[in-house]
């Protein structure tokens, strides 16, 4: 679990925005981008006590990326487990269960039995195989469920405790694939039975990816993410009716687990297509993780809404003609950012790169600047005074008592070594201060505010010490010294003459000296930090000229986003903004004077730097070029952190109300045009059903301060009229709401409360989902190979007519007629359609010679469940003769718990015959009323298959 506490704060961050805790799961790689959006763009902008309500699950049978951790760890407080489902050989693992166990873990066909296997590229496209990992690993998942579960549900780190009895579990997943396919299922089912576990009330939802548009994905390929998408749903479908039959519990055998299946298993699955396989692949989980983020944002704009509104979702729950569940929806969120963050980096690039220019541009001083620095900054001339003879240095060199010419040699050696002893004491003194003027120099903002003038007083510097070295030398002493037989020839006054003579020799050598030393260090080291400025302006030039080439077609100064998506847009997106440059106004969010101030305070230091080491200068200069990109950017983000959508556009166009509700019209229309769903847009498939209609809504927050910016909005919208095409799914533009989100206009388009069947992609027969499930389980059945179904119960469920619950059947049976037309539950006598349990030359399958039962077809038998102790009539078409092709078994009635349908008859054994049937009763006569016969109810493929027939 990855936990950090030192964690990166959106300026917008403060606000409480969660009032329930929230459980995401992903699962497969897919589904990761969806956790990864939402770790990388939504969970920043959450404070501390939200996202520590915020929980993520990773699930895959492929090891998981590390970026997964990486970015947990940088951006949020948020719980996160990520887990690589494994699994070993399961043949003596199988062994060992009881045969209901097994009818949940193996599939079975005529060719043998096949079991869940692990491989090294996930689950390979085998539903079973993801199926498997979720239920050999169902005690781990269950515990990393009650472990986030307590986490996000606890009291966070302010003390404050969420409302822990409600809780969100959002489920992500691919269903083209293996994993998420097969999964799916097990998770909900293991998901409702942790929160019953907890006795803690809650919400699932489900964001399935449809394989839709898969691009160059070969045919053979789109058959099989087709199956088994239709067939992840459809076994869904058949354990939440299963829950529906109140008459008897329902148990998925999930290892040592025995989940009860609740009614409400699953409160609603949004189906989300456009999934692109290719390089667009990252698109549908980004938008998945916008929608989980408006709607798990509850105490802010469209979440709020979202949990107001759910309760008057009437749809939900009920049962179309065909008894599928209506719990299908779809959600399209879109969004209109003003990116400050972004535009923040674009802005400070800009700026950056113009003052970093103008700190390395050429510049020279004028002849008033150099008469200053030569007269009064500059203290070469200052030098030859410098050095002097103390009181206490003369006492330390006495006169000669006695003037003999040894007495007079001694006295001036010893007065020149005491001369000399004195001068370099003040030679280092004169140093340091010399120094000090220089460093003074390179930090003073006259000379110092560029590199290039620097450098120029650096060098008028050195020409005036050098002017001091010509000046030593033309003083230079030029006396002629006296040997002991000279100066025993003259006399004592002329010997004192020579005594003070020589001494002031000895004086001004000394100070000359000792004045070009410190002369030439002076010289050396301003030319070492001439050096060190050329090298510097060499690597500054070097990063200027890349910062232009990297920067020329900034996206942010462009009106695009720097993570472009299809359902996010600029603000200032060209398409909404006559004048693309009126961005640029927002470029004195940040003054002259705070750039200025930037660049001096990284000048400053580089003139700091000046005097360290010599082979240091192009690394420093490198890190304050970077200092004065990051601290402009840091300067950016600060104010325009601290402007919300309407002042940015307020301030681009001021004092122009019309331009500034064109721009919010124009994103309004665009909103419009892209809203749409996976959902057929036609009231009229539930008839004169009002409740079961389809259900859309749209959802608009924004962020304004006043009145007046309430109406400009407003106005905006009403232009607009309403979002989505027009016709039966068009939405009233609806009401305006609040939000505390300073940065966005968002729209949630949804649509709720419709069956599978009213999924066009799913229930066309001619190329859609049903139609290639029903070709491989074909081929299933008849040569193996890739398996439907995840396990034998799930594919009996789906397959089997009469083994779960039917609303509309058990209606028509206790009234004792059959409602709606024969063609409802006699489909064979609908021309050009088929049942998957036998096949007529009229079906979409091709040609046949015969009509083969399928396995899993029910025995004639007169006791069968469901059908009232009638016998089948003869439009049942699961009466057709024919040899029975399977050489082995199915599985036998126990191992089918909770239903009262015998077993399948034994391969080999061809079914019950119209002449073994007992004798029809009678249905009509003199004073009796005629009783329509029952016919079979029909199974989940078929319902869907016969609602786009209808």
């Known amino acids: 679990m990855a936990m950090n506490n030192s964690v990166r704060r959106a300026p917008n961050a403060a606000a409480q925005r969660l009032s329930r805790p929230v459980l995401n799961i992903y699962i497969g790689t897919k589904a990761a981008l969806a956790g990864l959006w939402i770790a990388k763009y939504e969970l920043p902008f959450l404070n501390r006590a939200d996202q520590e309500r915020v929980g993520s699950l990773y699930l895959d049978l492929e090891p998981l990326s590390e970026d997964i951790d990486r970015v947990h760890r940088e951006v949020s407080d948020s719980p996160m487990i990520k887990t690589t489902l494994r699994f070993p050989d399961l043949s003596q693992y199988v062994e060992g269960l009881t045969q209901e166990q097994r009818s949940w873990l193996q599939i079975s066909n005529p060719y043998g039995t096949r079991i869940p296997e692990y491989t090294r590229m996930g689950a390979g496209g085998i539903r079973q195989n993801g199926h498997g990992a979720i239920w050999y690993n169902s005690p781990i998942i269950a515990q990393h469920l009650e472990a986030l579960i307590h986490n996000i549900s606890a009291v966070d780190s302010a003390g404050h405790a969420p409302d822990a009895d409600l809780i969100t579990i959002n489920i992500v997943c691919f269903l083209g694939g293996g994993t998420g396919s097969g999964a799916l299922p097990a998770i909900s089912a293991l998901a409702r039975h942790v929160l019953r576990a907890q006795r803690r009330a809650g919400n699932i939802f489900i964001f399935a990816m449809m394989p839709v548009n898969v691009g160059n994905v070969a045919p053979e390929r789109q058959i099989l993410q087709k199956s088994n998408s239709l067939a992840a749903l459809l076994e869904l479908e058949a354990l939440m009716l299963k829950g529906d039959d109140k008459s008897q519990a329902f148990l998925f055998e999930m290892g040592n687990l025995q989940i009860r299946v609740p009614s409400g298993l699953v409160d609603e699955m949004f189906l989300l297509d456009d999934t692109q396989l290719g390089d667009q692949v990252d698109q549908i989980p980004q938008l998945i993780g916008m929608a989980i983020a408006m709607r798990m944002q509850n105490l802010t704009g469209i979440g709020k809404r979202e949990q107001a509104v759910r309760p008057d979702l009437t749809a939900l729950q009920e049962h179309d003609d065909g008894g599928l569940i209506t719990n299908v929806g779809s959600v399209c969120p879109l969004e209109v950012v003003f990116p400050a963050r972004d535009l923040a980096v674009g802005f400070a690039r800009r700026r950056a790169q113009a003052i970093l220019r103008d700190a390395i541009q050429e510049s020279t001083l004028d002849y008033r600047e150099e008469d200053l620095l030569r007269n009064q900054i500059c203290p070469a001339r200052k030098l030859m005074e ?61 000379w110092g505010r560029s590199l290039t003038r620097l450098k120029a007083a650096f060098l008028l510097f050195a020409s005036e010490y050098k002017k001091v070295k010509d000046l030593t030398f033309a003083s230079n002493p030029s006396m002629t010294r006296w040997g002991p037989d000279q100066l025993a020839n003259e006399n004592e006054r002329k010997r004192k003459a020579y005594y003070q003579q020589a001494c002031a020799e000895e004086f001004q050598m000394h100070r000359i000296n000792s004045t070009n030393h410190v002369a030439d260090l002076m010289i050396d080291e301003l030319t070492k930090r001439v050096r060190m400025i050329d090298n510097m302006l060499a690597a500054l030039r070097l990063m200027q000229q890349r910062w232009e080439a990297d920067h020329v077609d900034s996206p942010e100064m462009s009106g695009m986003l720097t993570q472009q998506h299809p359902y996010r847009h600029n603000v200032f997106d060209h398409s909404a903004i006559a004048d693309p440059n009126a961005i640029n106004a927002l470029d004195t969010a940040v003054t002259v004077a705070e750039a200025e101030k930037i660049l001096k305070d990284a000048m400053v230091r580089m003139a700091m730097a000046l005097s360290g080491d010599e082979r240091d200068a192009k690394a420093i200069a490198q890190h304050e070029a970077n200092a004065i990109m990051d601290n402009m950017v840091i300067t950016y983000q600060q104010r325009l952190g601290e402007m919300r959508l309407l002042e940015a556009i307020g301030l681009v166009f001021p004092m122009d109300r019309g331009q500034q509700e064109q721009v919010l019209a124009n994103h309004m229309r665009w909103m419009s045009v892209s809203a749409r769903s996976t959902l057929r847009h036609d009231p009229s498939l539930w008839g004169d059903q009002a409740h079961r209609q389809l259900e859309v809504r749209a959802h608009l927050a924004v962020d304004y301060e006043d009145e007046r910016e309430r109406q ?147 025995p004639a038998d007169p006791t069968m469940a469901g059908s009232g102790g009638m016998p089948p009539t003869p439009n049942d078409d699961f009466l057709v003769s024919g040899p029975a092709p399977y050489p082995t078994p199915p599985p036998a009635a126990q191992d089918f718990p909770g239903t009262t349908t015998p077993p399948p008859a034994p391969m080999g054994v061809a079914p019950t015959s119209m002449s073994t049937l007992p004798p029809s009763p009678p249905t009509g006569g003199p004073g009796m009323q005629v009783t329509p016969t029952l016919t079979q109810p029909r199974n989940l493929v078929d319902r869907v298959e016969r609602r786009t027939r209808n």
Request: proline letters at 9%; charged letters at 20%.
């Open 712 to 858: 400009t909005v407003e106005r905006a919208r009403q232009s607009v009229s309403g979002f989505g095409d027009r016709g039966p799914g068009y939405v009233p533009p609806g009401e305006l709401m609040h939000t505390n989100d300073p940065e966005r206009l968002q729209l949630l388009f949804s649509h709720h409360g419709v069956s599978l069947s009213a999924v066009p992609f799913l229930a066309d027969a001619a190329g859609g989902c049903v139609k290639s499930l029903k070709d491989r389980q074909r081929i299933w059945e008849t040569q193996g190979g890739i398996p439907v179904f995840t396990c034998d119960m799930l594919q009996d469920l789906v397959l089997r007519p009469g083994a779960f619950y039917d609303p509309l059947y058990d209606k028509q049976q206790k009234a004792g007629t059959v409602g709606g037309s024969a063609q409802d539950y006699a489909p064979m006598s609908a021309p050009g359609t088929t049942s998957p349990y036998a096949e007529t030359t009229a079906g979409p399958h091709g040609p046949a010679s015969s009509a083969t039962p399928f396995y899993g077809m029910p």
């Open 386 to 446: 410098a050095f002097r003879i103390t009181d206490r240095e003369r006492r330390a060199a006495p006169e000669p008592r006695r003037w003999g010419p040894s007495e007079v040699i001694q006295g001036i050696d010893r007065y020149s070594t005491v001369i000399e002893q004195a001068f370099a004491e003040q030679r280092q003194e004169a140093l340091r201060d010399h120094i000090a003027a220089l460093d003074a120099l390179a930090q003073n903002p006259n």
